[in-house]
C-alpha cells in the first residue's frame, strides 16, 4: 500500500470521511419509525431517504434514480451553511408520525408516504426552498422568491407572507444567526397546523460585499450581504401567520435584543429565545399566537457572554421551561429555574424532552460527551459508558444512540430501554490506522493526542514536529471520539512527523471559565497552551526535535498557524495557514463581537489579534492556502496578509484555489492539497 499517496485520495473521494454516514434522524411520535438520510456507501455522494421501523432498514427514496436540475440559489447558501457534503436528498421534512415526508429536489417539491414508498411531487408557486411539513401531515410550508407559502399535499396553494422589498424574505434565516448561531431554520409550524410562526428578515442595511471567481473572468461578482464586526445586522423579527390568513408580530424590544438564536412552537405556543448586541443577556420569550404580546420567561446575564447551548431552550409535558445556567464554574441543566444536573457535569447540547423527562449530552471529562437523561423520579442518569462521543435522538420510547469511538461510528435502536437493531454505517475505514496516544499536557492538563509513525521505534531517531490544532472555540480535535482530523494528523505522522493534537483555552467542556479566559484576547492563550504543550510532549517524548516544529491549520487553526511564526518564531519553524481570518474586523458581527466586543468601544482587542501589523515580523516559512469563492472567511484576509508581508519584503507562499468555498469538496484539489502541504512543511524543515 502506498499510504502517501492512498489516503489523500481516500480522504477526497469520501469527502472527508462523511460519506456513509447516518445523519437527519427523525423518530415517530409513537416511536415506531425511524427516518433518516445515508449515502450509498463511503464514496456515494449521493443522499438517500431511509427508514429503520421492526428492527430493519429499507430505502424510501433514492434520489439517483431521479433525474436532477440546478439547485435554487437560496438552497445552495443554505447548504453551505449547513457545511452539507453530500447532493441529492440531504434534508427532509416529516409529520409527527412519521408517515408522510416531504423534501426539495432541484427546486421541486416532492412527498412520500412511508408506507408506500412511492415519491410524487407537490405543485408549488416556484422554486422551492426548506419544505416543512405541518405535524398532522396536511400542509407543507415552504419558501419561494423570498415569499413562505402553504400547499396542501394536492396542490391547493396559498401566500401567507409576500417579501415588502427586494431585501426581504419571510421563512428564512440570516446569516449571523446560521453561521454564528446555529439557527438554519426560519418557519416552524403550530401543532395544530393552523399557523407558521415565520421569521422575517431585511437585509437593506447590512453592507454588500462582492464575491467574483478571478479564474472565470466573464462571470460577474456575487453580491452577499455580509455583517462584518462593528457593522449593522439583518433587522429580524417574528410573526405569527396563520392559515385563516390573520397576522401578529411578536412585541419585543428590538433594539436591546437584535438577535434571535432560537424559536419554535410547541404544544404551549410560540417562543423565542432573543440576545443582545453585546450578548451579556439572553431572554426566553412566551409569544402570545392571537397577539404578539411577549412575557419573560427566563433570562441569564453573563460579564462576558451567554453562551448559546443547542437545544435550549425547550419545554416539558407540563410547560415546564429547560434551559441552562452557569453557576459554580459549570453549565447546568434547570428544568423550571432549579438545577438539576451536578457540579462538574458540564452540559453540551440539550436533545429534547418527552413528557417530564429531559433528554441531554455531556460529561465531566472534556475528550467525552455522553448522552444522559433527566427525569424528576430517576435524577441523571448517563445512558452510554464507552469513551467517545455520542449523541442521541428520541420519541415515543425510542432512542436511537448515534455514537463516535476509537472503533468508528455506530448507531443503536432502543425500544422502551430494549435492543431493537442497528442502523449501518457505511463509512470507509481510514487506509491508515489511526492509533493516537492520549496525553494531559502541563499544569493546565491540557488534553492532547500525540500521533506517532507506526514504523517508529522509540530512541531509534528524532522526528520533526507537526502540531495540528484548530485550537479555538466551539470546536475540539483531542477527543475520544476519533474523526477525520485524527485521520489526516495519522497520515501524517506516517510521512514521518510527530503530529500533537491539543485543545486549548475558549474551548468547549472544561466549563464556562476555561471558555471565557480568552474575552478579549483570542491569540495569546490559544498561542501559549500549543507552546506549552509541545514542551510538554517533548519532556515524555524525548524522540520529538523541538528544532523542527510546524504547525498547520484551517479557519481558526490557520489564523493561528500564521499567529505562531509571526509571534513565535523562536519556538514554531514553518507553517500552513488554511482560510485563515487575519484581521478580526472581516469577520461577522456575532461570532467575533462575543469574543473581542465592539470594535467601536474595545479596538484594541481587534488590533491585538490581527496579524496584519505582524507581517514585518515573519522570518520563517508561510504558506497561505484560501478558497476564492469561500463567503465564510472572505479571501480578502489571505490577501491582505499577504499584501502585508510582500510591503515589508518577507517572502511567503499562497495557493489560491479557485472555486472553492471554506469547504474545499472538489476530488482532485483535496487529494493534492494534502501532498502539498506534505511537502512544503518536509522542505521548511529539512536540516
Known amino acids: 500500500m502506498d499510504d502517501a499517496r492512498d489516503f489523500p485520495r481516500q480522504y477526497a473521494r469520501t469527502r472527508s470521511f462523511s460519506l456513509g454516514a447516518p445523519n437527519r434522524f427523525t423518530v415517530s411520535a409513537d416511536g415506531a419509525r425511524v427516518l ?28 439517483s434514480r431521479t433525474a436532477r436540475g440546478d439547485v435554487p440559489a437560496a438552497e445552495r447558501v ?42 410524487f411531487s407537490v405543485p408549488a ?84 460585499w462582492y464575491l467574483s471567481d478571478p479564474a472565470d473572468p466573464s462571470a ?58 453585546d450578548q451579556r443577556t439572553l431572554r426566553t420569550l412566551a409569544v402570545d399566537p392571537a397577539t404578539g404580546a411577549t412575557r419573560v420567561l427566563d433570562e441569564q446575564r453573563d460579564a462576558a457572554w451567554v453562551e448559546l447551548v443547542p437545544g435550549a431552550p425547550c419545554r416539558t409535558a407540563s410547560g415546564a421551561l429547560v434551559t441552562t445556567h452557569d453557576e459554580q464554574d459549570t453549565r447546568r441543566l434547570t428544568v423550571a429555574g432549579e438545577a438539576v444536573t451536578p457540579v462538574g457535569l458540564q452540559v453540551r447540547e440539550v436533545l429534547g424532552a418527552e413528557g417530564e423527562s429531559v433528554l441531554f449530552t455531556g460529561g465531566g471529562e472534556p475528550t467525552e460527551t455522553h448522552v444522559w437523561t433527566w427525569s424528576p423520579d430517576a435524577g441523571c442518569v448517563r445512558l452510554t459508558t464507552t469513551p467517545g462521543v455520542h449523541t442521541a435522538v428520541a420519541g415515543g420510547g425510542t432512542t436511537v444512540l448515534v455514537s463516535r469511538t476509537e472503533d468508528g461510528l455506530s448507531v443503536d435502536v432502543t425500544k422502551k430501554g430494549e435492543p431493537d437493531g442497528s442502523i449501518t ?60 482530523p485524527a485521520h489526516v494528523s495519522q497520515w501524517f505522522a506516517e510521512q514521518g512527523f510527530a503530529v500533537l493534537v491539543t485543545d486549548g483555552r475558549g474551548g468547549p467542556g472544561r466549563g464556562p471559565a476555561w471558555e471565557k479566559a480568552i474575552r478579549g484576547d483570542i491569540l495569546t492563550h490559544a498561542l501559549d497552551d500549543q507552546v506549552d504543550a509541545v514542551h510538554a510532549a517533548a519532556a ?43 484581521d478580526q474586523r472581516l469577520y461577522d458581527t456575532h461570532w467575533k463581537e462575543r469574543y473581542l466586543g465592539h470594535p467601536d468601544e474595545e479596538p484594541e482587542n481587534y488590533a491585538r489579534c490581527s496579524l496584519i501589523a505582524d507581517a ?17 472567511v472572505a479571501v480578502a484576509h489571505t490577501l491582505r496578509l499577504s499584501a502585508a508581508l510582500l510591503a515589508a519584503g518577507r517572502s511567503h507562499q499562497v495557493l489560491p484555489l479557485p472555486g472553492a468555498t471554506h469547504m474545499v469538496t472538489r476530488e482532485d484539489v483535496a487529494e493534492n492539497l494534502l501532498v502539498f502541504q506534505r511537502d512544503f512543511l518536509k522542505k521548511s524543515l529539512a536540516r
Open 36 to 63: 433518516f438520510l445515508r449515502t450509498g456507501g463511503g464514496a456515494d455522494p449521493v443522499s438517500a431517504l431511509w427508514v429503520h421501523e421492526d428492527g430493519a432498514e429499507r430505502v424510501l427514496v433514492d434520489v
Open 78 to 119: 443554505r447548504r453551505e451553511r449547513a457545511r452539507e457534503s453530500a447532493v441529492g436528498l440531504v434534508s427532509y421534512s416529516a409529520d409527527a408520525e412519521a408517515r408522510t415526508v416531504v423534501y426539495a429536489l432541484s427546486g421541486a417539491l416532492w412527498a412520500v408516504r412511508v408506507a408506500d414508498g412511492v415519491p
Open 125 to 208: 408557486a416556484g422554486p422551492v426552498v426548506d419544505p416543512r411539513l405541518s405535524p398532522d401531515g396536511r400542509s407543507v410550508a415552504y419558501v419561494t422568491g423570498g415569499a413562505l407559502h402553504v400547499v396542501t399535499l394536492d396542490g391547493d396553494d396559498r401566500l401567507l407572507a409576500a417579501p415588502e422589498g427586494p431585501d426581504i424574505t419571510y421563512g428564512l434565516t440570516d446569516h449571523a444567526s446560521s453561521e454564528s448561531m446555529d439557527r438554519l431554520r426560519g418557519h416552524w409550524w403550530a401543532p395544530d397546523g393552523s399557523a407558521v410562526l415565520a421569521a422575517r428578515v431585511d437585509t437593506s442595511r447590512v453592507q454588500r
Open 220 to 277: 460577474p461578482p456575487r453580491m452577499v450581504r455580509y455583517p462584518a464586526a462593528g457593522t449593522a445586522n439583518a433587522d429580524v423579527s417574528l410573526h405569527v401567520l396563520s392559515l385563516d390568513g390573520s397576522r401578529a408580530e411578536a412585541d419585543w424590544d428590538r433594539e436591546a435584543f437584535e438577535y434571535v438564536p432560537r424559536a419554535g412552537w410547541d404544544a404551549h405556543g410560540p417562543f423565542a429565545a432573543v440576545q443582545s448586541r
Open 425 to 484: 454505517s457505511l463509512v470507509e475505514r481510514p487506509v491508515v490506522p489511526t492509533r493516537p496516544v492520549h496525553l494531559r499536557l502541563g499544569e493546565r492538563e491540557l488534553r492532547s493526542q500525540l500521533f506517532l509513525p507506526s514504523w517508529h521505534t522509540p530512541g531509534s531517531a528524532e522526528l520533526p514536529v507537526l502540531l495540528n490544532p484548530y485550537g479555538g472555540q466551539q470546536m475540539q480535535l483531542a477527543t475520544r471520539g476519533l474523526g477525520w
Open 540 to 582: 515524555d517524548f524525548p524522540d520529538l526535535d523541538l528544532t523542527r516544529v510546524a504547525i498547520r491549520g484551517w479557519s481558526f487553526g490557520g489564523f493561528l498557524a500564521a499567529g505562531a511564526v509571526l509571534r513565535r518564531p523562536d519556538v514554531f519553524h514553518a507553517a500552513v495557514a488554511g482560510a485563515a481570518p487575519t
Open 616 to 632: 514585518h515580523r515573519l522570518t520563517r516559512p508561510l504558506l497561505l492556502v484560501h478558497g476564492l469563492a469561500d463567503d465564510n
